[in-house]
């Protein structure tokens, strides 16, 4: 079976059980290690492999021919977002002071996917905060958009996984947590990362795997540590540990209500404002 997910922490250890064949009856997998923007993309051409992780942004694109796996992804609180600035005179901002909301209004932003859970808070927010709204988004790949922001390529970033503990080693500074944000408008966990399958196969068995595979990493922890920092973009073990701490929970062995009521919030709101393709709800389930 092909697979396609992230080479971040999380992702490898949640299946790092599966891709080692140690879960029983669950077939051999064909893994492909791929950032975000090209899962995104894999699903959209709705040609890609049979199991993948995505953007839960993304899912209004891809619900005819996959289908939303109650696990195995990344949901949670207190694990959004960060748009970072260097606080250069580049946002017009004294170097001492932190950027407020309004200085992006026409600058360059760097964002991980135009099709990314990121992005789409991003969208939200600026909506409410940016007046006249930001000027260019430039998609790149998430490890670059620090060095970007820190070398003035770029005015802000907007960052994911691992950034979220790094980013004052490169000199940045937040503007704003699009977690706390969403958290704080919504009460509702923030849905990250999705895993789908293709709606041909069988998902209650595709699910039991996955579920199987996140069961077996937190049964035995120091199994897939080799694996995990093999791949990892941050070497470091306290910051991979850190990753996993965060985007490891409940909601990646059970979506369970506030998950799927998360991702309804997510997505109908995106729809009302015409950033996603109107779709049938029910079909998240």
């Known amino acids: 079976m092909k697979i396609a997910f992230s080479p ?4 490898t250890f949640v299946f790092h059980a599966w891709v080692h064949g140690l879960i029983p009856q669950a077939p051999a997998l064909d893994v492909m290690y791929a950032d975000i923007d090209i899962t995104n993309g894999l699903a959209a051409s709705l040609t890609g492999p049979e199991v993948l992780k995505i953007s839960y942004a993304a899912l209004p694109w891809v619900l005819s021919e996959y289908a939303l796996l109650p696990c195995g992804g990344a949901l949670g609180r207190g694990c959004g977002p960060l748009v970072l600035t260097k606080n250069s005179s580049a946002i017009d901002q004294p170097s001492q002071q932190q950027a407020e909301p309004s200085a992006l209004s026409g600058k360059r932003v760097a964002v991980p996917s135009e099709r990314s859970t990121a992005y789409l808070l991003f969208r939200l927010w600026a909506a409410q905060n940016v007046p006249g709204g930001v000027g260019e988004i430039i998609v790149m790949p998430f490890h670059e958009i620090m060095p970007a922001v820190r070398d003035g390529k770029i005015d802000a970033g907007l960052v994911i996984h691992e950034a979220r ?3 004052p080693s490169y ?3 937040l503007m704003t947590d699009l977690g706390n944000w969403w958290e704080t408008d919504t009460g509702l966990p923030i849905p990250l990362g999705a895993i789908i399958a293709r709606r041909s196969l069988d998902l209650d068995a595709i699910a039991s795997w996955t579920r199987a595979s996140v069961e077996y990493a937190w049964a ?3 199994a897939s ?3 995990i920092m093999h791949h990892a973009q941050e070497m470091d073990p306290a910051v991979t540990q850190a990753h996993i701490n965060l985007y490891v929970n409940k909601f990646t062995a059970d979506l369970g ?3 799927y009521a998360a991702v309804t919030a997510l997505l109908s709101r995106a729809a009302q404002e015409g950033l996603v393709p109107e779709f049938d709800l029910k079909l998240l389930r």
């Open 8 to 11: 971040c922490p999380n992702d």
């Open 165 to 167: 503990f790094t980013y």
């Open 171 to 173: 000199g940045l500074s």
């Open 220 to 222: 035995h922890p120091e």
């Open 225 to 227: 540590r080799e694996y």
């Open 257 to 259: 209500e506030d998950g």
